[in-house]
């Protein structure tokens, strides 16, 4: 198959996968088991030599493949291969600009900080300290959902457009992650990021990827 896209339930592949399943093109999934750490393995660091998931490879004979390893980016490069998938509000439009800003806002800043929240022990040795900078990033974060939340409010349900775009679906991803982690006050104390993922939720293309991967929903 012509896509392939590297997977671990309920990662950074998910965004990524629900545009995927938005599209409803054949592709391949392939199950990164990280319990066994195969995203350190020889021949997936060969692939994504930051050894993370996700990772997507379009294949094509003529012109050699692309692979693309970040998950905002594959989104945006299935959006530009698929353009009929509406994965983004049109080119050029007020609306693109909107969700583009909002999808970068949520990888280069929420993502990252709920990265060092997860991954608190590559950055700090003592348990005093892991503790610290799970309290830091984990009130960071609590604001960053209540700009989230206070920006729907003035109008949603989605963050730009009449209809979802990947800036929604990496929101619900992203959301889901704080909830799991336990950032408290929670993600879904927020009226609207609440209404908002519930709403994600009902898609079908959510509802496929979250079945494909075997993983529940987050917000009830
Ligand atoms: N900015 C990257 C982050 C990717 C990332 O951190 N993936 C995590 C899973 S959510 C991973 O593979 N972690 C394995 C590791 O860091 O060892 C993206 O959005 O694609």
Redesign the pocket.
Known sequence: MALTLFF?PD??SLAPHIALRKIGTAFDLVAID?SKND?NSDWYAALNPH????TLVHRNPSTGDTIV????AICLYLNDQFPDANLMPPAKSHDRAVALDWLIYL?NTV?ADL?VWN?NYRYAETELHKAELRRMTGARLVQMFKTLDQYLSAGGPWISGQSPSCADYFLLMLAGWGEQFGISPLPSSNANIKRHALACQALPEVQAAFDAEQISFFFQ
């Open positions: 671990a990662n950074a990280k995203q050894q993370r998931v996700p390893r970040e998950s905002a990888t993502q990265m991954y």
